[in-house]
C-alpha cells in the first residue's frame, strides 16, 4: 500500500459576496422612511396625550322641544288644518227617539273646525282621528255614534280648497279614562298631527 501524500495547503476560497439588502441600497429613502416614522409615532403619542376632554353642552345650547298645540291652536296634516275647538267628556247617550244610542263607557265629544289648505277637494272621516288618554291608550272614533248627532260633519265630509267645517268625532271610551291628546289626520294612511287636550290657548 502506498503512502498517501501529504495535504496540500493553500489559501482559503474566497466566498461569494452577500446580497446587499434594499435599505443598503437606498440609503436617502431609509432616512426618509425613519423621519417620517418618528413625525407619526410623536403625532400619535401628542394626540393621545393632549387630548381635551370633550365640552359637555350648556343647558342654553341644548334644544327644548315645541310644546304640542292645545285648544284653539291650529295644527297641520297633509291638506288640512285642524283646530280643537271644545270637548264634551261624559255623554252617556246620543241621538233621540228610536234612535238613539247609550255608550258603553262614556261617549267623549270632540268638536273641530277643519280647513282644507290644499288645491284640491280632500274627504273628512272622523274614523281616521285617534283619541289618546294618559295610559297610552289609544281608541277609535265611533261613526255610528256621530251620525246621530244633528250637524257633526265627520263622515266622509268633502271639504273643497279653501273651505271649513265645525264637525263633532264622538268617542266612546271607559267611565275611567282620561284622554290628554288627540292624534289628527288627513286620510287613513297620513303621518298625523298632535293636539293636546289638557292645553288651553
Same mark, same amino acid.
Given at each position: 500500500?502506498?503512502?498517501?501524500?501529504?495535504? +496540500?495547503?493553500?489559501?482559503?476560497?474566497?466566498?461569494?459576496?452577500? @446580497? @446587499?439588502?434594499?435599505?443598503?441600497?437606498?440609503?436617502?429613502?431609509?432616512?426618509?422612511?425613519?423621519?417620517?416614522?418618528?413625525?407619526?409615532?410623536?403625532?400619535?403619542?401628542?394626540?393621545?396625550?393632549?387630548? !381635551?376632554?370633550?365640552?359637555?353642552?350648556?343647558?342654553?345650547?341644548?334644544? #327644548?322641544? !315645541?310644546?304640542?298645540? %292645545?285648544?284653539?291652536?291650529?295644527?297641520?296634516? &297633509?291638506?288640512?288644518?285642524?283646530? /280643537?275647538?271644545?270637548?264634551?267628556?261624559?255623554?252617556?247617550?246620543?241621538?233621540?227617539?228610536?234612535? %238613539?244610542?247609550?255608550? +258603553?263607557?262614556?261617549?267623549?265629544?270632540?268638536?273641530?273646525?277643519?280647513?282644507?289648505?290644499?288645491?284640491?277637494? +280632500?274627504?273628512?272621516? %272622523?274614523?281616521?282621528? #285617534?283619541?289618546?288618554?294618559?295610559?297610552?291608550?289609544?281608541?277609535?272614533?265611533? /261613526?255610528?255614534?256621530?251620525?246621530?248627532?244633528?250637524?257633526? !260633519?265627520?263622515?266622509?265630509?268633502?271639504?273643497?280648497? *279653501?273651505?271649513?267645517?265645525?264637525?263633532?268625532?264622538?268617542?266612546?271610551?271607559?267611565? *275611567?279614562?282620561?284622554?290628554?291628546?288627540? !292624534?289628527?289626520?288627513?286620510?287613513?294612511?297620513?303621518? &298625523?298631527?298632535?293636539?293636546?287636550?289638557?292645553?288651553? @290657548?
Amino acid at each position: 500500500m502506498s503512502p498517501q501524500p501529504p495535504p +496540500q495547503w493553500g489559501p482559503a476560497p474566497e466566498r461569494p459576496p452577500g @446580497r @446587499r439588502t434594499w435599505f443598503s441600497r437606498h440609503p436617502l429613502l431609509t432616512v426618509l422612511l425613519a423621519v417620517t416614522a418618528l413625525f407619526v409615532a410623536f403625532g400619535i403619542a401628542g394626540s393621545v396625550g393632549g387630548k !381635551e376632554p370633550a365640552a359637555v353642552p350648556s343647558a342654553k345650547a341644548v334644544a #327644548k322641544p !315645541e310644546p304640542t298645540p %292645545g285648544l284653539g291652536e291650529p295644527v297641520r296634516d &297633509g291638506k288640512f288644518e285642524f283646530t /280643537v275647538t271644545r270637548l264634551q267628556p261624559g255623554v252617556s247617550h246620543v241621538g233621540g227617539g228610536a234612535y %238613539g244610542r247609550d255608550a +258603553q263607557g262614556q261617549f267623549f265629544l270632540v268638536h273641530m273646525t277643519v280647513r282644507n289648505i290644499g288645491d284640491r277637494a +280632500q274627504i273628512f272621516d %272622523g274614523s281616521d282621528q #285617534k283619541l289618546i288618554d294618559r295610559n297610552g291608550s289609544k281608541y277609535s272614533a265611533d /261613526v255610528g255614534a256621530s251620525l246621530l248627532i244633528d250637524g257633526s !260633519e265627520s263622515f266622509l265630509e268633502q271639504i273643497n280648497p *279653501g273651505n271649513a267645517v265645525d264637525g263633532i268625532v264622538v268617542f266612546d271610551i271607559p267611565k *275611567g279614562a282620561d284622554p290628554v291628546r288627540i !292624534e289628527l289626520h288627513d286620510s287613513l294612511f297620513s303621518g &298625523g298631527t298632535t293636539a293636546d287636550l289638557t292645553a288651553r @290657548r
